[in-house]
């Protein structure tokens, strides 16, 4: 039978993403007193998050500690020295999962032995509890750490299990790095209202409303985006003018196919 482990939640790295994730544990009614952060110093915010939930915080993995969950979310960069002080935490229950761009599965168990492992990839909004991660989980895992890392993780945005390792590179180029796509529309719509002749504050104020907007619309509407998209497009109107330029056949679509597999690309070279 599968069963996920009652270990506490170790958390290595309380940075953005981190912290975030902690902050989200704590607001769906984790236990403070479950979760452990390990990090050489948090922010005096996450510190504050840390001390009013009664959470234990230390400066390096302590020895005899055993997780239930082990969650990586430092900088690929510090990974490699950050993995051997860690592995004692690792018991025959413990459920490995990591947030690193870039580092497989094969890379965690190079440096921590075989275990249940979870490579997962989420994205910047998760700041705003609007995030969404791409997961993969090893044969490791079981049915019930599966449940038990699905609930940690939801709490920053849905969660979509992936069938392959190498589908988390693809997950990478589209919602990982997503949020900067959507960020340099919204410059690139501001400068285009500039050279219509709006001020460029006014003209910024409306792009980054206009997408903060049409997201919401999008998060809270039954309807896709291309349903969305036609009822704002009136047969001859200038939405439909608009959209005859954007979506030629060598405008926004080719150009996001580019984009997308330049950063795929990226994320399989940085995996080595
Ligand atoms: N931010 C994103 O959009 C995003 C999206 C998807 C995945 N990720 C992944 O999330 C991970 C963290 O990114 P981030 O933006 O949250 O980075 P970050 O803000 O730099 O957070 C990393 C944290 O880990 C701490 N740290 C450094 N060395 C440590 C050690 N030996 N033991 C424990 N903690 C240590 C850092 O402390 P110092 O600041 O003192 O060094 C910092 O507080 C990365 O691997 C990234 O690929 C991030």
């Not at 249940?116 to 993969?136: I, L, S, Y």
């Not at 998209?229 to 005859?244: D, I, K």
Request: contains cysteine; glycine residues 12%.
């Amino acid at each position: 039978m599968s069963s996920a482990s009652s270990g506490p939640v170790v958390l290595i790295g309380a940075g953005n993403m981190g912290g975030a994730m902690l902050s989200g544990w704590l607001k769906s009614g984790v236990a403070g007193s479950s979760i452990v952060v390990v990090d050489p110093g948090p922010s005096d915010q996450i510190m504050k998050t840390i001390n009013d939930a009664g959470v234990t915080h230390v400066t390096s993995a302590p020895a005899g500690l055993t997780a239930g969950v082990l969650f990586l979310a430092v900088k690929p960069q510090v990974m490699e020295a950050v993995l051997p002080p860690v592995k004692g935490t690792i018991g025959p229950e413990t459920v490995v999962v990591s947030v690193a761009a870039g580092k497989t599965l094969s890379f965690l168990e190079g440096h921590l032995g075989e275990a249940a492992m979870v490579r997962a990839m989420p994205n910047t909004p998760a700041m705003v509890g609007r995030g969404v991660t791409g997961a993969f989980a090893n044969t490791r895992v079981t049915a019930a750490q599966r449940e038990q890392v699905h609930s940690l993780l939801r709490v920053s945005g849905p969660v979509e299990w992936v069938p392959t390792e190498a589908d988390i590179d693809a997950v990478t180029a589209l919602s990982g790095s997503g949020p900067a796509y959507v960020f340099y529309l919204v410059e690139c719509m501001a400068e285009a209202g500039r050279k219509l002749g709006l001020q460029a504050d006014l003209a910024m104020r409306l792009a980054r409303e206009t997408v903060a907007g049409a997201g919401e619309l999008l998060h809270q509407s039954p309807d896709d985006a291309s349903r969305l998209r036609q009822n704002v497009t009136s047969p001859g109107g200038t939405t439909a003018a608009a959209l005859s330029v954007l979506m030629a056949e060598d405008a926004m679509q080719p150009l996001f196919d580019k984009a997308l597999a330049a950063a795929r690309k990226r994320a399989e070279e940085l995996a080595g």
